[in-house]
């Protein structure tokens, strides 16, 4: 493999990205599947873009993640897809680029990124966890309720059975 596809995670991670001229920023509306994402631009324009094959396997993006998009020149190769993914945002990035005033305010709304998959979790998903308390806590109703859960039908119950249950299944 060569080196640019081994170190894509580090860079993307890593880097702190600004759109060119012509680069846009977009968020991710729905995955289509074949690498093609709905997106949709700030002035609510919906419009397909391709992610390019050197993220396979390396970065996942999903519904409401950031992108920056570079759209193509000519669309003469395709009708529907508008262009390539170039970046996937992440928190640090996106306060980066509103730090730098490049930050489209229609998203100022707030934005669902995916970082904490990256160990880099939101403010609010912090407290909203320190609200909820300790993860033992919650362990423990979890397993009260699984308490109250009827038997599965299509698995049979080896300490209920007879001698007639086993005359059914012998040929």
């Known amino acids: 493999m060569s080196r640019a596809r081994k170190h894509v ?3 993307v991670l890593t880097s702190f990205p600004e759109p060119e001229k012509n680069q846009k ?3 991710v509306l729905a995955l289509k599947g074949s690498n093609i994402c709905e997106v949709e631009y700030p002035t609510g324009e919906k419009h397909l873009y391709r ?4 993220f396979n396997k390396r970065i996942w993006i999903k519904r409401g993640d950031y992108l920056i998009v570079q759209p193509y020149e000519d669309f003469t190769h395709s009708k529907k897809i508008r262009g390539d993914i170039t970046n ?3 928190d640090k990035q996106i306060k980066h680029l509103k730090n730098r ?3 489209p305010p229609e998203f100022n709304l707030g ?3 995916s970082t904490s998959r990256y160990g880099n979790a939101d403010e609010e998903d912090r407290k ?7 993860p033992h806590e919650s362990s423990e109703e979890e397993d009260n ?3 109250d859960l009827e038997p599965n039908p299509n698995h049979i119950n080896n300490n209920d059975q007879d001698s007639e249950d086993d005359d059914e299944y012998s040929f």
């Open 9 to 11: 995670t580090q860079t």
């Open 25 to 27: 920023i977009v968020q």
């Open 51 to 54: 992610f390019p094959s050197k």
């Open 88 to 90: 996937v945002l992440y």
């Open 101 to 103: 005033m490049l930050w």
């Open 111 to 113: 934005h669902g990124t």
């Open 128 to 134: 909203e966890e320190e609200k909820k308390g300790s």
């Open 145 to 147: 309720d699984s308490d």
